[in-house]
T-cell receptor, first 114, second 112 residues
């Protein structure tokens, strides 16, 4: 069974600081990994999707890396802003799964202080 | 472009009542699924569908039914609501093969 862990559970930084969010998974046989953002009381917004053959993906101030062999992904957010305050979820789709299920981490709640 | 639309956004039910949570997508995605999100438990898969007419159970299917008569719609039925079904429910869809998921905005359900 795929287990996904996100550390730290919460993070508070001053505006302008770079954010580093970690995600680890137990089974390296993955199809892809997706990072989501969730605002309080809202749905999940997709940030980045990394296929198993890729090492990283970038979108604006966001960069996500993937190291399958060590079972890790890292989401970097450059020059953080108060609007980046949210919970960030990492989700893994395992390879060979017939149900295409996403295994989620518990999330990292980020607060960016103005 | 609406994406994945869920209705209602909020619902309060009494124990034993039944209801249907609606989910519709306009992206012609083959795969659709329902998750529930509970504090400390993360998101867990309830039911999924790989195409019209095909459904299957996920991790926590008990107390829920689904059907998929069209590509666009994937309703989730609560047969006899229980307080343990108090949760936030998310519908998600993806192109065939699960290449990236789009989630709806969720339905917050309270069973009293």
């Amino acid at each position: 069974k795929q287990e996904v862990t996100q550390i730290p559970a919460a993070l508070s930084v001053p505006e302008g600081e770079n954010l580093v969010l970690n995600c680890s998974f137990t089974d390296s046989a993955i199809y892809n990994l997706q990072w989501f953002r969730q605002d309080p009381g809202k749905g999940l917004t997709s940030l980045l999707l990394i296929q198993s053959s890729q090492r990283e993906q970038t979108s604006g101030r966001l960069n996500a890396s993937l190291d399958k062999s060590s079972g890790r992904s890292t989401l970097y957010i450059a020059a953080s802003q108060p609007g980046d305050s949210a919970t960030y979820l990492c989700a893994v789709r395992s390879d060979g799964s017939n149900d295409y299920k996403l295994s989620f981490g518990a999330g990292t709640t980020v607060t960016v202080r103005a | 472009n609406a994406g994945v639309t869920q209705t209602p956004k909020f619902q309060v039910l009494k124990t034993g009542q039944s209801m249907t949570l609606q989910c519709a997508q306009d992206m012609n995605h083959e795969y659709m699924s329902w998750y529930r999100q509970d504090p400390g438990m993360g998101l867990r898969l309830i039911h999924y569908s790989v195409g019209a007419g095909i459904t299957d159970q996920g991790e926590v299917p008990n107390g829920y039914n689904v059907s998929r008569s069209t590509t666009e719609d994937f309703p989730l039925r609560l047969l006899s609501a229980a307080p343990s079904q108090t949760s936030v429910y998310f519908c998600a869809s993806s192109p065939r093969g699960g290449d990236g998921y789009t989630f709806g905005s969720g339905t917050r359900l309270t069973v009293v």
